[in-house]
């Protein structure tokens, strides 16, 4: 499996920025992305990126405030955060998905087709 290592969290107040990083071991996934999970709440998507398109997708609550990017020659993935809301609050985790998907954003953030994660860097927003 992917090995994946994330950091960049923090605690910020709300309207600041934090970028997070997700180092990944090895190129065997399609796709690439973070989650985040906030107490008594299920892990949702965030953003994803297709390794061989560089397509990207989001989640409706983070679209314009937030980018995924990738660094292939430092295999590194990145999220940029902007605009942050308290409601982003929560453990932030990269993941990868090896299979491919064939519908939308919805679709490539399904939480149980990924199978390698990392530990999670905490974001904490305060108002």
């Known amino acids: 499996q992917v090995q994946l290592v994330e950091s960049g969290g923090a605690s910020v107040q709300a309207g600041g920025s934090l970028r997070l990083s997700c180092v990944v071991s090895?190129?065997?996934?399609?796709?690439i992305a973070w989650f985040r999970q906030a107490p008594g709440n299920e892990r949702e998507g965030v953003a994803a990126?297709?390794?061989?398109?560089?397509?990207?997708y989001y989640a409706d609550s983070v679209k314009g405030r937030f980018t995924i990017s990738r660094n292939t020659f430092e295999n590194t993935m990145y999220l940029q955060m902007n605009s942050l809301k308290p409601e982003d609050t929560g453990m932030y985790y990269c993941?990868?998905?090896?299979?491919?998907?064939?519908?939308?954003?919805?679709?490539?953030?399904?939480?149980?087709?990924?199978?390698?994660w990392g530990q999670g860097t905490q974001v904490t927003v305060s108002s």
């Open positions: 993941a990868a998905r090896p299979t491919r998907s064939f519908g939308g954003s919805s679709d490539v953030l399904r939480v149980g087709e990924y199978n390698s």
């Open positions: 090895e190129y065997t996934y399609r796709y």
């Open positions: 990126i297709d390794r061989g398109t560089f397509g990207t």
